[in-house]
């Protein structure tokens, strides 16, 4: 378990280093969904089926839509000639790095409580019964957030507005 | 396995993708930025829900808004790409400093 939560890990952050450092974009998408997908793996280690699995298709079906528009707007196809796009690369990475060690000495230093002991159960069947009851209104948000983002994104990409004919 | 291995790895994906938003160009790659950054935060909620709060499916929800906001930012940001492209031919965020003047 241990062994697979590192690797996982390890891995998930190195697909992410690597999202910034190839020079296809197209690459650093497949870099980034490589690094969802561990993510979604450690949740299968930590008794998250459903929600490992949700990121699992999720970000797949993602990746995939950001891939396309990824090409779309790729400046440099195939990362055939080196380049980098980058402003301000020192002062990002250094407050970057500093971000990293303040949360790193937070995580360590805190006394967090002890881990509790989990209830019998299925964590998914808890999970609908709390959204169909009282977290219900987190999910008609997220309903109407996702309406109001179809709208939106339909709005801002289509050439002309509808009145402006 | 344990809460600060899972808060160290959000740490980390967090510091990655808070690099990228900061440093790269490219309106797109930013966004990659920002999914990273987002991935650190479903990291920290699903490790505080199995470690801390078991008892409830409070951190299971906030994982599920994460995961929900996630794919919202990428879509509405490459609509936003897509239509300042359109007007401009602008894809670099150098480029796009209207509001800077």
Redesign the interface.
Known sequence: ??VA??AL?VL??AA??T??VVDS?AR??FA?LA??LA?GG??L????RY?GV??VL?MVM?MM??AV??IM?M?NPAGLMPMK?????R???I???T??VL??AG??FTP??A?????GGD?TH??G???MGP?ML??MV?GV??LA??I???V??T?KGRYDR | MTLQGFLLLAAALFAVGLYGALSQQSIVMLMMGLELMINGLIVAGGAFWYYLAPQNADGQVLVLVAVTVMALEMAVGFAVVTAIFRARDVDTTDDAGDLKE
């Open positions: 378990m241990s939560f590192w890990a998930a952050v992410g280093v999202v910034f974009m650093a998408t980034l690094s969802l993510v450690t949740f280690l930590i008794d998250l929600l949700l990121i999720m993602e839509i950001m528009f990824m707007y400046m796009m980058v402003h301000n690369n002062v990002a990475a407050i970057a790095g971000v990293f949360l790193a995580t360590l967090w409580p881990a509790k002991e989990r209830p964590p808890a999970l019964l709390s959204i977290k987190v999910m997220i957030a996702i983002t179809m939106s994104t339909v801002l990409a050439h």
